[in-house]
Antibody, heavy 122, light 106 residues
Framework: QVQLQESGPGLVKPSETLSLTCTVS??????????WGWIRQPPGQGLEWIGI???????YYNPSLKSRVTISVDTSKNQFSLKLSSVTAADTAVYYC??????????????WGQGTLVTVSS | SYELTQPPSVSVSPGQTASITCSGD??????AVWYQQKPGQSPVLVIY???KRPSGIPERFSGSNSGNTATLTISGTQTMDEADYYC?????????FGGGTKLTVL
């Protein structure tokens, strides 16, 4: 059973860079069978996709966040990370990492982490 | 950019059928996915590839997708189905979510 766990600071100052890590257990992020990505949800609001990557190195970002987002991978630790620069209060949200099967067209995000709340405040 | 529109809220009586719609331009030409999210919890995949249920999702959850509208149907709705529901599609290597629908069972 695959498990995903987000970790990182719960409080970030405005204009700084938000950094989160997703640790995957029970499955390899180097597998050709899956995409891995980040989604966020501001308090009381809906889901917003941030970005997703494939083991080949292909990475896709939400156009509205692309200039501030970087997703990187550490295969030795079976982790992938999110960096979001120049944050403002609007970036306050619960951040989730999730997995998408690549082998099935029209697949959804079938495993999610529990989410971590990041607050942007001075 | 591609947009998906959901009604903000839907109400249903226990035991009745709930239908939650998701609208988008030529949505029927894409695969629709649906998630359920209860307060304080992570989203759970309930429908993928328009009509398929992941293992463990009750049969009362079903989906359809045609034209400009995808629909999540919950037959014999139970109080435990009260939650927010989100539709989602893949569009040009991007993920698009609908705004979400709050399902109230009363």
């Amino acid at each position: 059973q695959v498990q995903l766990q987000e970790s990182g600071p719960g409080l970030v100052k405005p204009s700084e860079t938000l950094s989160l890590t997703c640790t995957v257990s029970g499955g390899s992020i180097s597998s050709s069978n899956y995409y891995w990505g980040w989604i966020r949800q501001p308090p009381g609001q809906g889901l917003e996709w941030i970005g997703i990557f494939y083991y080949t190195g292909s990475t896709y970002y939400n156009p509205s966040l692309k200039s501030r987002v970087t997703i990187s991978v550490d295969t030795s630790k079976n982790q992938f990370s999110l960096k979001l620069s120049s944050v403002t209060a609007a970036d306050t949200a619960v951040y989730y990492c999730a997995r998408r099967p690549q082998t099935v067209a029209g697949s959804g995000l079938d495993y999610w982490g529990q989410g971590t709340l990041v607050t942007v405040s001075s | 950019s591609y947009e998906l529109t959901q009604p903000p809220s839907v109400s249903v009586s226990p035991g009745q059928t709930a239908s939650i719609t998701c609208s988008g331009d030529k949505l029927g030409e894409k695969y629709a996915v649906w998630y359920q999210q209860k307060p304080g919890q992570s989203p759970v995949l309930v429908i993928y590839q328009d009509i398929k249920r992941p293992s463990g999702i009750p049969e009362r959850f079903s989906g359809s997708n045609s034209g400009n509208t995808a629909t999540l149907t919950i037959s014999g709705t139970q109080t435990m189905d009260e939650a927010d529901y989100y539709c989602q599609v893949w569009d040009s290597n991007t993920v698009v979510f609908g705004g979400g629908t709050k399902l109230t069972v009363l």
